[in-house]
């Protein structure tokens, strides 16, 4: 038996996060008053291993732990981006969470192993190391929507979460152990390699994509595979469904790139066709469902179906006959997608969070009510993510919608296109009705709005950042697409 | 030709305005968010004026270029620049913002900062659609300019706002994202341009170049709007407040026939002949059915909103006849009625502070108590209603005298608009302004202040002076439509 010590250096921030978090669970049972100290570990937690990551940023590929592991550039730029959404998260809920007596300790401590989950699933380069990411995240949000423990709704919520994610973690499962049954190992470029030689028995792998599809569309939330979400994000307190909705979007499309691209990508136009069935079913169903809710959480959580049913559709643009020289243009569409798509949900749940106080939670749509007679700055930020969600110019959601356009138009799928924006006009309409609420309609309330200055300063940045990244895409863009170009 | 960028001045500035109206804070301070307002308006309308001065009437290219790379990622790029037809525009929109900016001055008492914002946004965004040669920079303009338009209607409107408004939204939110994807196709067929005059030189076949209209065509018809997808205006006019209506009628509604000018007609051509019969057929329907629809409304905005349909039926008739003198006249009808509307609204408007009815049948022998304003608004009654000597009688005519020659008897449907409109607006005038004083409320109405009117003078020396002297509008077309004549000739098959 021969030991190699592994080069630790490429997953030098996960272990820094692995480190963190028992000094978070050490000083969370040890200090006298934990929240603060806690909150502050874990910012600093998020900012050392953004500041870590930046460090060993090199632009090379390079594998660890007997290759189960990778580090390349989208890793590093997903991650980037998932400690900021984390960040922004936390420091959303943090007043929120105060006001409620919620065990801060627990919330703080799994959200950086929600966070360290994420982080494994978006640099993992084998399909179990995938899903012991995977495991990681969901168990943790599991735990996190059950915070609020004498809460049935929220309860609930967890039950369902749980029971729904386990059957889905085990069709990943399932569909892993097909692949490996035919393909003789788990290693992403193995797989891919087997797929490519025609070694394995195609019909098993076949069996086993359709399984991790499954998988994969219900971390996605995308209809058939979306049950969960709309009671999810209703009956978890906001502070969580606002984490729910934002970075682990990330990780999940992180997921997709390495299972999908980087694993089968052999199979491109099988899972291709899979995806665009799924696709088009979640901007349809998510765009009609949502006009029916008056609920903001369930009528955000409809959304975010048909939001990630139309990055999907960056992902089915990608092989065009055999030809993969769309691929670029058409993943780095996606994941321009994703990522504006998490910027905006932060503000919207942000702006949820902000309306809401020690007994009062503002989540029905007549909370909105002549918000901008109570304060017209945080109505014109909700405003403009509406705007942006609806896909008007100039916010950055219309140069997501915009560059997924192309991406499919490129494509030849000019019909899924056109259904595509016929739904964004229905989608529209829901947006329109709270910027209507927001501005057309009498207040029902009139306590004005307290929020710490940090939250409120770090909100207008939010909707700052989504009309700056209207009005400028260009740098997110080419960021977008050069972190994908060694990956592919 | 300097090198100052006019054209980015005349959309940035009332922007940069805009926000800072906006800024200017809560209505306690009501009046520095109308003079920040008005200051803007009017350097607006100063930037824009070198544009006519320092243009080039003997050329059709464009002018006062600008250039620069916005999202090389898709080769999008920041190119402005002007010819002879979207000139004339720029200088209406920043003229009509100036008037609106003083038609609101005193009525609007309620989040003012936010209504001068919205108007002075909207102006620059406005400018943005008639300046851009990049399709997506033109639909970025196009798109965003419906927001603050369904701010002012929402917020300011009146009873039934809140349908209006997201009616106004969702019909051109509607027709617009059709037109993104043909944009993205062309982009695609042009090898990666997005450059308006590079599409004009594209070759297409005839079932493309016919999708691609008909996706062109069902945006700017909700925006212009044609029969039958008018329906969102009279709801959109009767619900706004005047400034609302007056830059919906002078302004966004040349949108739409713009943008078949620069879009359909040079991009499609060959297409364009093949459905000019259907454009020719609703134009006529919209100039005859929707006249006599505007003869039995009993509500002066509505009346003033079904004649605005009408008149553009005549807009789009004037373009798809395919001669100078039909473009031309469309054009010149544009203008004047920008200026005509505009009145029209603003005299409504006048009579609505103090009454606080829109309703004819609550008015009556008005011209006792108001002899000044009844003087100002029958000269915009007559106009139009097409009189000569107005700017109304202009475009008609030559549209007419197109349609004419194209067609005896669809210049004769055409002419009809001048009986039509003659007897809706000068039934109406006489119902509203002549007869005995018809109650009590009409008898306390005081005659217009000195702010309207001004601006109501300023509006009808405009009107005069177009109808007496037009070629300094028609000089500078001149060699844009040519131009544009040329390109529709060709087949690009």
Known sequence: ?????????????????????????????????????????????????????????????????????????????????????????????????????????????????????????????????????????????????????????????????????????????????????AAGTLEISGVAQAIYQQA???????????????????????????????????????????????????????????????????????????????????????????????NLKRMLGYSGISHMGFMLLGLVSGVVGGDRHFALNAYSSAMFYVVSYVLMSLASFGVLLLLSRAGFEAEALDDFKGLNKRNSWFAGVMAMVMFSMAGIPFFVGFFAKFSVLQAVVAAGYIWVAILAVVMSLIGAFYYLRVVKIMFFDEPLDATPISAPADMRALLSLNGIAIAVLGLAPQALMSLCAYSLLGSL | MTGIPFLSLAIWVPIVGGLLALASGSDRNASVARFVAL?????????????????????????????????????????????????????????????????????????VAQYMAAFLIMSGLINGIFSALDGVLFYVFFEASLIPLFIIIGVWGGANRVYAAIKFFLYTLAGSLLMLIALLYLFMESGGSFNILDWHQLKLGMDVQSLIF?????????????????????????????????????????????????????IAPDASHAFAPLIITLSLIAVIYIGFVALVQTDMKKLVAYSSISHMGFVTLGFFIFNPLGIEGAIVQMISHGFVSAAMFASIGVLYDRMHSRQISDYGGVVNVMPKFAALFMLFAMANSGLPATSGFVGEFMVALGAVKFNFWIGFGAATTLILGAAYTLWMYKRVVFGAVANHHVAELTDINNREFVFLAILAVCVLAMGIYPFPVTEVMHASVNELLKHVAVSKL
Do not use: C
Not at chain 1, 152 to 181: D, H, P
Not at chain 1, 247 to 252: E, I, Q, S, V
Not at chain 2, 239 to 249: H, K, N, Q
């Open chain 1, 200 to 294: 394995g028995n195609k019909t098993v792998l076949l069996f086993g994509l359709v399984f991790v599809v499954a998988g994969l569309a219900f971390k996605l939330g995308v209809v058939p595979f979306h049950m969960w979400i709309p009671d999810v994000y209703q009956g978890a307190p906001t502070s969580i469904t606002l984490f729910i909705a934002s970075a682990p979007k990330l990780a999940a499309f992180a997921m997709a790139m390495r299972l999908l691209v980087n694993g089968l990508f052999e199979f491109a136009e099988q899972w291709q066709s899979m995806l665009m069935v799924l696709a088009v079913l979640s901007i349809v169903l998510g765009n009609l469902a949502a006009i029916a809710q008056s």
């Open chain 2, 214 to 266: 008909l996706a062109f065509l069902v945006s700017f018809a909700v925006k212009v709007p044609m029969f039958p997808v008018h329906t969102w205006l009279p709801d959109a006019h009767v619900e706004a407040p005047t400034g609302g209506s007056i830059v919906l009628a002078a302004i966004a509604l040349k949108l739409g026939a713009y943008g078949f000018l620069r879009f359909a007609l040079p």
């Open chain 1, 1 to 181: 038996m021969n030991f190699v010590i592994p080069d630790f250096y490429p997953a030098a921030a996960e272990l820094f996060v692995v480190a963190m978090s028992f000094v978070i669970l050490l000083a969370g049972t040890f200090t006298k008053q934990p929240r603060n100290v806690v909150y502050a570990l874990s910012q600093t937690t998020l900012i050392g291993a953004a500041a870590i990551t930046l460090f060993t940023m090199d632009g090379q590929v390079s594998f660890t732990f007997s290759n189960m592991y990778v580090d390349d550039l989208m890793g590093d730029f997903l991650k980037l981006v998932v400690y900021f959404a984390v960040a922004i998260a936390l420091l959303y809920s943090r007043s929120y969470m105060n006001d409620r007596k919620i065990e801060t300790t627990e919330y703080y401590v799994l959200a950086i192993f929600a966070t360290l989950g994420m982080m494994v699933m978006i640099t993992a380069n084998h399909f179990l190391t995938i899903y012991l990411g995977l495991e990681l995240l969901s168990l943790a949000l599991y735990a996190m929507v059950a915070l609020l423990r004498d809460s049935a709704r929220a309860t609930e919520a967890a039950m369902k979460y749980f029971v729904l994610g386990a059957l889905a973690s085990g069709l990943l499962l399932y569909g892993i152990s097909m692949l490996y049954g």
């Open chain 2, 39 to 111: 200051f803007f308006a009017l350097a607006g309308l100063a930037v824009s004026i070198p544009l006519y001065t320092g243009f080039d009437v003997t050329t059709s290219s464009m002018q006062f270029v600008e250039a620069y790379p916005w999202i090389p990622r898709f080769n999008i790029n920041y190119v402005l620049g002007v010819d002879g037809i979207s000139v004339l525009f720029v200088l209406l929109n920043s003229f009509i913002t100036v008037i609106v900016v003083v038609a609101g001055w005193e009525v609007i008492q309620e989040k």
